[in-house]
């Protein structure tokens, strides 16, 4: 572990800047609101920022990304094709634990099984990131129920803990593969102490015991209904009650680290040229499941919204992911018109178990 002040760590921003694009948490000027954007300069970059409003998926898995460039020659019928992947080093600082563990839940499942996405790897491979733990939960959080935070245990290159005094922040600074140790090292940044280590731990822990009780009380609850949703175990009133509150929107689903949906559309750009264009999308969109000849296996909204949930909560989910698939960053939560985000929906469940 490693000594960090606030310069130090700008200055490793600023010396990343010449290798990698790199993304960091920033407030927009006008809003004030935070997002997690390409950082042009490293006094932009700011430490203890709340939760960004949208996840870093953004960076491997964008809103529309141009994947692949075709010409048709229709005389010869044949295709030339020019792929579009952006193989650029990307360096992540200030990523928070439940966004990282979101980006793991991606990783497994476009990257970790049979078929692997080439576009994602392609964007993903070349990665550095710089985790922040979160010294006190933000409003909504509870990755204390969903154990991806507020710190993080694995997938970093150097994970950071603010144990400054309040007045100035001081970084305890963990490596977490030879990339993140050489950077401490270049850096000429000091080995910490017993003291300082134990003071992360500390701060950790005050974080945790900060998080309100409906949270951490919600531990519980939602092993119980990872439990029925895997079953099946719900009954239907539960799904069409979520279902008749559900305003289809589908910004749960955008801005969930962990959701993955996405469709293709091919788009003429020229004379006999396309691109083929990647667009994230919903499973809560009826258009989302239609088929040819308009049949439709989730018309009704219960029916997607039930989806949803199990894609987040089951079992079956779980082994793809090897966690479950919500980080309770509280996204939904914020976006929701219809105030069915992750908790509520547990609190439904749970209702139903203790009836
Ligand atoms: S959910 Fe946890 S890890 Fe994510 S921002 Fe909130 S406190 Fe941090
Ligand atoms: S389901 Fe909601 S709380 Fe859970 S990871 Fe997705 S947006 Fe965050
Ligand atoms: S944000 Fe709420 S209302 Fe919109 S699709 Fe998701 S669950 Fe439905």
Known sequence: ??????????????????????????????????FFDRLADAERWSPGAPLPAMPPKEVFLPQMDC???YRYDRQRQEATLWPSVDERPKALVGIRPCDLAGLQCLDRFLIGQDFVDEVYLAHRRKTLIVVETCTEPFPHCFCVCTDSGPAAREG?????????DGNEPLYLAEAGSDEGRALAEAGGWPVAGRREVERGREVVDRSIARFPDLAKKNKAWISRTMNRVTTGFIKPGTWEYVGRQCFECGGCS???PTCS????????????VWERLRTRDSCSLEGYTRMAGDHNPRKPVEDRRNKRFFCKLSYA????????GCVGCGRCVWVCPGDIGMPNVVRYIHREVAD
């Open 1 to 34: 572990m490693f000594l960090a002040s606030s310069t130090d760590l700008r200055r490793l921003v600023a010396q990343l800047q010449h290798t990698h694009d790199v993304w960091a948490p920033q407030p927009d000027p006008g809003s004030g609101q935070v």
């Open 156 to 164: 970093y290159d150097l994970s950071i803990t603010d144990i400054g």
């Open 317 to 324: 989910q779980s082994k793809k992911y090897l966690r479950p």
């Open 261 to 272: 949906c996405f469709t293709i559309e091919d788009v003429a750009c020229g004379a006999d």
């Open 254 to 256: 955008f801005v969930c």
């Open 67 to 69: 994947i692949l460039r």
